[in-house]
C-alpha cells in the first residue's frame, strides 16, 4: 500500500464548480494533514492544514479530515482559472518533523 | 513569503563532478530539508536537518551528503553527479509553530550531463 495516494488527473471543472480532491495515507501515526499548491514550475505553496476531524474552512477553501477512514480531502469553492495547479497532500509521518508527499492531483479550471 | 533562498537556480554540471547546493533562511527555523522533485515520483526527502550539525538520511539519500554548520544554511552535495540526480530540489524549513508546517524555497534545476 502506497503512504499517500491521490488521483492524479487530471481534474477538469468549469469556472464557478466545486473542485474536490482526495487523498489517502496510511500511516495511522500520523495527526497533521497538509495540502500544497504548486504552480507549474513553481515550488510548492502550503495553502491549507487540518489535525483534527471535521472540517476546516479558509476562504474558498475547505479541508476534511475522517481518521478512522484515513482520508483527507480539499474542495474548493467558486473555483477559478487562477486555481489551475497541482495540489499536493501531505500527511506528517507519524511521530516525526517530516511530510510524506502524494505525487498530486493536477486541477485545471475552465474559463 | 518565508525567507528562504536557494543557490544556484539552475546548474548544468557533467557527469562525476562535484555539485553543492546551498539553501539559505532568515526566518531562524529550527528543521530544514532538502527534496527532489520528479515527474511520475513526486516531492522525495533527500535528508533532513534538526539543528545545527544534526542532520539525517530520508528515503533517497543514496548519493547525498549534507552539511548544516549554521542554522542559516543547509548544504545538499552530490559528491559526484550521475545523470540520474538530473531533477529540481527544493530546500525547506519548519519549526516557527506547531504543526509541522514545511516552507518551500525557489527550486534549483540541476542538470548532469
Known amino acids: 500500500q502506497k503512504e499517500v495516494e491521490q488521483n492524479s488527473g487530471p481534474l477538469s471543472v468549469p469556472e464557478g464548480a466545486i473542485a474536490s480532491l482526495n487523498c489517502t495515507y496510511s500511516?495511522?501515526?500520523?495527526?497533521?494533514f497538509f495540502w500544497y499548491r504548486q504552480y507549474s514550475g513553481k515550488s510548492p505553496e502550503l495553502i491549507m492544514f487540518?489535525?483534527?476531524?471535521g472540517d476546516k474552512e479558509d476562504g474558498r477553501f475547505t479541508a476534511q479530515l475522517n481518521k478512522a477512514s484515513q482520508y483527507v480531502s480539499l474542495l474548493i469553492r467558486d473555483s477559478q482559472p487562477s486555481d489551475s495547479a497541482t495540489y499536493l497532500c501531505?500527511?506528517?509521518?507519524?511521530?516525526?518533523?517530516?511530510?510524506?508527499f502524494g505525487k498530486g492531483t493536477k486541477l485545471t479550471v475552465n474559463p | 513569503d518565508a525567507g528562504i533562498t536557494q543557490s544556484p537556480r539552475h546548474k548544468v554540471t557533467e557527469t562525476g563532478t562535484p555539485v553543492t547546493l546551498r539553501c539559505h533562511q532568515t526566518?531562524?527555523?529550527?528543521?530544514m530539508y532538502w527534496y527532489r522533485q520528479d515527474p511520475g515520483h513526486g516531492l522525495r526527502l533527500i535528508h533532513y536537518?534538526?539543528?545545527?550539525?544534526?542532520?539525517d538520511k530520508g528515503e533517497v539519500s543514496d548519493g547525498y551528503s549534507v552539511s548544516r554548520s549554521k542554522t542559516e544554511d543547509f548544504l545538499l552535495t552530490l559528491e559526484s553527479a550521475t545523470s540520474s540526480q538530473t531533477s529540481v530540489y527544493f530546500c525547506?524549513?519548519?519549526?516557527?509553530?506547531?504543526?509541522?508546517?514545511?516552507?518551500f524555497g525557489p527550486g534549483t534545476r540541476l542538470t548532469v550531463l
Open positions: 525547506a524549513i519548519s519549526g516557527g509553530r506547531a504543526y509541522n508546517e514545511q516552507f
Open positions: 500511516d495511522r501515526g500520523s495527526q497533521s
Open positions: 487540518i489535525y483534527s476531524n
Open positions: 501531505a500527511p506528517e509521518k507519524g511521530g516525526s518533523e517530516k511530510l510524506v
Open positions: 526566518e531562524n527555523h529550527r528543521y
Open positions: 536537518s534538526y539543528g545545527v550539525k544534526d542532520t
